[in-house]
């Protein structure tokens, strides 16, 4: 995509990921180190390699935070070409951001169960902000660790990759690890007929309108 294109994804990434936001440069990294070491002690999160889903998301959280940081510096096949804006990721990563983004999380709480008193709204959904608050985290554990824990496998890849799910879509498309790690510059994760991968047709529809330019090989 072209260098417009690319920031207006990194503020559109931080609208949608909000207090939970992770800057596409360090996740690029651990993305592609996850590939390269894939269900080995050198994957940054593999549910094979921690005693269970907190301790691996803490492993990930502390690797994230070194690539972030510029603390650690990846391996050039895994920093070459991958998106760069720091003054905004540092900016979005910063605690007031977050802060305030729970503010504004915890603000519709309140208007939509005590104000308005929106229809099939209950005080018991507080509860739930703690996952909208931390939503990234939450998606990154379901992903990592069920994706390659549980399911089937189309493909042997010599890791524990597995598809979770046959239609993904709470996951958009995510859950088909087994079909990514095979496969992992094709832009449908979905493969067998019964698969289905609700973020390819959106993929499609940005490459038709010259958002984005899908490689032909």
């Known amino acids: 995509m072209t260098k417009f294109w690319e920031r207006f994804f990194y503020i559109f990434t931080w609208i949608c990921q909000g207090s939970s936001y992770l800057s596409p440069r360090a996740y690029a990294v651990l993305h592609r180190m996850h590939h390269a070491y894939s269900d080995t002690p050198k994957d940054p999160h593999s549910p094979h390699h921690t005693e269970n889903l907190f301790t691996m998301m803490w492993k990930t959280k502390n690797i994230y935070n070194d690539y972030f940081s510029f603390k650690l510096k990846p391996e050039e096949r895994f920093s070459k070409d991958v998106p760069d804006w720091n003054k905004f990721d540092l900016f979005a990563d910063s605690m007031i951001a977050r802060v305030g983004w729970g503010m504004f999380y915890v603000l519709i709480y309140v208007l939509s169960i005590s104000v308005f008193e929106l ?17 990234g985290p939450v998606h990154g554990a379901i992903v990592n660790w069920s994706g390659h824990k549980y399911g089937y496998a189309n493909f042997d890849n010599n890791d524990k990759s597995k598809n979770s799910l046959l239609l993904d879509v709470l996951m958009l498309g995510e859950l088909f690890q087994n079909n990514h790690h095979k496969l992992p510059n094709r832009p449908n994760f979905a493969v067998k007929w019964y698969e289905f991968d609700p973020t390819y047709p959106i993929v499609k529809i940005l490459h038709s309108t010259g958002i984005i330019k899908l490689r032909t090989a």
């Open 119 to 135: 229809a099939g709204t209950h005080w018991w959904m507080y509860f739930l902000l703690p996952i909208h608050l931390m939503m």
